[in-house]
C-alpha cells in the first residue's frame, strides 16, 4: 500500500511561483510511476506532468512546471513559476507500481488527497 501527502499549495498573483511537495510511503519512489494531476469543480482530472525515467509534461505547463524527483526523501516535486489563473485548482500526486500512461488518471491506483492551488489575476 501507497500512500501520498501533498503539501506547499497556496495562493499566489498571476506571475508567482510555488513548489508542491508529495511525500510518498509504503514503497520506494524508485518502484513508482509518479505524476502530478489537477482538478477544478466541473472539469475532469487533468494530467500535469509525470516522471519515471523521463518527464512528460502537459502542454499548458510546459516551460514553466518542472518535475523532480528526490529518491532519498522519498519525495515528489513540482516546481510551479510564471503561475496562470487558469493553473488554479487542486493539484493531486498519483503513483502507480506498474507501468502507465503518463498522464492519464485512470491508469494510476494510488492518489494523495490534494492541495489547493489559486492564483489571481
Known amino acids: 500500500q501507497v500512500q501520498l501527502v501533498e503539501s506547499g499549495g497556496g495562493s499566489v498573483q498571476a506571475g508567482g511561483s510555488l513548489r508542491l511537495s508529495c511525500a510518498a510511503s509504503?514503497?520506494?519512489?524508485?518502484?513508482?510511476?509518479m505524476a502530478w494531476f489537477r482538478q477544478t469543480p466541473g472539469k475532469a482530472r487533468e494530467g500535469v506532468a509525470a516522471?519515471?525515467?523521463?518527464?512528460t509534461y502537459a502542454n499548458s505547463v510546459k516551460g514553466r512546471f518542472t518535475i523532480s524527483r528526490d529518491t532519498a526523501k522519498n519525495t515528489l516535486y513540482l516546481q510551479m513559476v510564471d503561475l496562470k489563473p487558469e493553473d488554479t485548482g487542486t493539484y493531486y500526486c498519483?503513483?502507480?507500481?506498474?507501468?502507465?500512461?503518463?498522464?492519464?488518471?485512470?491508469?494510476?491506483?494510488?492518489w494523495g488527497q490534494g492541495t489547493q492551488v489559486t492564483v489571481s489575476s
Open positions: 509504503g514503497n520506494n519512489l524508485r518502484s513508482l510511476y
Open positions: 516522471a519515471f525515467g523521463t518527464t
Open positions: 498519483a503513483a502507480s507500481t506498474v507501468w502507465v500512461v503518463p498522464l492519464s488518471p485512470s491508469d494510476y491506483n494510488y
